[in-house]
């Protein structure tokens, strides 16, 4: 006990100064203790494993291996069937895939999961958004590869922590998701225009054709129809 407060205060004295003194930050990870030099590489093994928690601790801290013991662990993948219903409300253009989103970034802060594990679960994320979204028409599907699959991918190759991956990834799938509700909404306009254009040419003999007659035909009101 006493030997692992003696490390970690060196360390956190080092990294202190440094934070201080240079322009950049480090983060330290502290291994298991071992009896002989050549299981040096185990004590190593164990201090890679320590800093693949940074994510959550944060940069520019000291972590010990005994402290990620001491916590909660992850088993993160429970929050499967919420991901489904997240990306499914995504598809539809539901603002609930925000409220299942948050959820899922809350739970994933009470816990203590490495690096790796967060990384695979938001591919899953993003695969299972990705899956659903294939089932829209090809330009809305395309807006959702250039402006939200792509830059999701980029944004977990170089995050480190989780609060500010979490931030962005929120943004660009909104950002992706208002892109979709405009074009949507063209599409759906232009559509109406076309169904209206061909019943006045359809029904253009009726005597009682009007902007009212349009209006109850297409529920609509008569001033959006003028």
């Known amino acids: 006990e006493d030997k692992r407060l003696t490390i970690h205060q060196f360390c956190e004295a080092i990294r202190c100064w440094i934070e201080e003194n240079l322009k950049f930050t480090v983060s330290f ?3 298991s203790a071992v009896n002989s030099i050549l299981e040096a590489s185990l004590s190593y093994q164990t201090a890679l494993e320590a800093l693949q928690y940074k994510t959550t601790f944060g940069m520019n801290k000291t972590i010990g291996h005994w402290e ?26 539901e603002e609930e895939w925000k409220e299942y989103l948050n959820q899922l970034f809350l739970k994933l802060r009470t816990v203590i999961s490495p690096r790796d594990e967060i990384i695979s679960l938001m591919n899953y994320v993003i695969f299972t958004i990705h899956k659903e979204m294939a089932a829209l028409p090809a330009e809305l ?47 759906d306009n232009h559509q109406l225009i076309r169904g209206v254009r061909q019943y006045i040419g359809e029904h253009y003999a009726n005597q009682e054709l009007s902007l009212s007659h349009l209006s109850d035909a297409f529920q609509m009101n008569i001033k959006s129809l003028s």
């Not at 990620?68 to 598809?91: F, K, N, S």
């Not at 991918?153 to 979490?166: A, S, T």
């Open 141 to 187: 599907n395309t807006l959702w590869e250039q402006h939200a699959l792509e830059p999701l991918n980029q944004l977990l190759n170089r995050f480190d922590v989780l609060e500010h991956m979490e931030i962005r990834f929120i943004e660009i799938l909104d950002e992706a998701a208002s892109n979709i509700r405009v074009s949507r909404e063209k599409r």
């Open 29 to 31: 990870g502290i291994g």
């Open 68 to 93: 990620v013991d001491m916590l909660p662990q992850g088993q993160i993948y429970r929050h499967l069937p919420d991901i489904r219903l997240m990306a499914q409300y995504y598809r539809l253009g």
